[in-house]
């Protein structure tokens, strides 16, 4: 008896338990269907802001009126935006160390600042320092006005202008007139060419009248120049030309000279602290030095020195570096590029084209070697020939 009264309790707890589970299932089900609904109603209804990462601050928009400033050139007068008023102006914003506005500077040296062409005159507002950007302007040779923003990027802020090459075209009452533009293509399109961002923009029939009343602080020319025309050899020295001599401040101290190294095979390579393939390049240098030390590596960075002595502790490099203020000593050698190399042989002359790019350069450590591996085998069959000779001669 006392067994089935336990049996009918246990089975009623049980009961119990599952109706209780039950309801708060039911009821937990009741909750979530209420939320959907809730969430359904909401997204049927208009969004107010998103709460998402802000992204970079708006361009001003079309018609307003461009905000003046007054900055210096870089031969030092002064120039407000307002003074190009009646003229339309592509203004653009420019980084002397942006590799976008570097590979723009052949196109837009070429673009025409001439009235009777119709095109907008190029306006370049651009950071850094004086002589830096002086150095990039006399290199390509270009012609329309380049202002110095003084102390940092407070105009190009003014612009929304979050990067380089960024710009706007004005209209002749100094109003917006376009989107913001991003990138060279986009503003080379804003200056109405067809022009290759590292190319040249095609002659315009339009632009051959010289125009020597503008004042925008730079010597103006009779007509727009092309890459073409240029004096300046950008393509590289070509194998067998006499390298040029230099000397420049060595990072370690002291001086690096190419002189130092007359009668030894020389491995010349340009870099950049900021360069990515130059960072990839390096150590696999510094293991070829010393796999191959018949060819002397040399490296000629440019850049901030402290910048360039972090990066060689870094990356453990143990041959001689030297640093050029700009690209000085790439000029003489006649390509703006980094990583580039030249090998030079014991006579001071190039033995091969210039290589661009890591597996390149590797190459020309390869093909010394390889030209090291057939002179010893000359000499060795030289030194024979002699001794026959001589032997022939005593008989």
């Not at 070829?288 to 453990?316: T, W, Y």
């Amino acid at each position: 008896m006392i067994l089935l009264v336990l049996a009918i309790l246990f089975f009623g707890l049980i009961a119990a338990l599952g109706s209780w589970l039950v309801y708060h299932l039911l009821r937990q089900n009741g909750r979530i269907l209420q939320r959907l609904e809730t969430l359904e109603a909401q997204a049927a209804r208009p969004t107010g802001p998103s709460l998402s990462a802000p992204g970079p601050p708006p361009g001003l928009p079309i018609g307003a009126l461009a905000p003046d400033f007054e900055l210096a050139s870089l031969v030092g007068d002064r120039h407000r935006l307002s003074d190009w008023r009646g003229r339309r102006v592509l203004l653009i914003f420019f980084n002397p160390g942006c590799g976008f506005c570097s590979r723009m500077m052949p196109a837009l040296a070429a673009l025409p600042i001439e009235p009777a062409t119709g095109r907008p005159v190029p306006v370049v507002v651009t950071i850094g320092s004086a002589e830096e950007n002086r150095l990039l302007v006399e290199e390509h040779a270009l012609r329309c006005p380049v202002l110095l923003q003084e102390g940092g990027d407070a105009i190009a802020a003014r612009y929304g202008a979050v990067g380089t090459p960024m710009g706007y075209l004005l209209d002749e009452d100094g109003r917006i007139a376009s989107e913001r533009g991003a990138g060279a293509e986009a503003l080379l399109a804003l200056a109405g060419t067809d022009a290759d961002p590292a190319g040249e923009v095609a002659d315009d029939p339009r632009s051959a009248a010289p125009d020597t009343t503008g004042s925008n602080g730079h010597p103006k020319h009779g007509r727009n120049r092309s890459l073409s025309e240029s004096r300046l050899n950008r393509n590289g020295l070509a194998a067998g030309t006499l390298a040029p001599a230099f000397s420049v401040p060595r990072l370690d101290a002291g001086k690096l000279s190419l002189e130092q190294y007359r009668g030894r095979r020389v491995l010349l390579v340009f870099s950049d602290p900021n360069c990515g393939p130059c960072d990839a390049l390096a150590p696999r240098l510094e293991q070829a030095g010393h796999e191959r030390p018949e060819v002397q590596i040399l490296m000629v960075s440019r850049g901030d020195a402290d910048v360039n002595r972090r990066k060689v502790e870094d990356l453990g490099l143990t041959f001689p570096v030297g640093l050029q203020r700009q690209w000085e000593i790439s000029k003489l050698y006649a390509m703006f590029a980094t990583p580039i190399a030249y090998l030079i042989d014991e006579g001071g002359r190039t033995a091969a084209d210039v290589a661009i790019g890591v597996e390149p350069i590797l190459g020309l450590l390869t093909s010394a070697e390889d030209a090291g591996s057939a002179e010893s085998t000359s000499r060795a069959h030289r030194r024979q020939e002699a001794r026959r000779e001589r032997a022939s001669v005593r008989a």
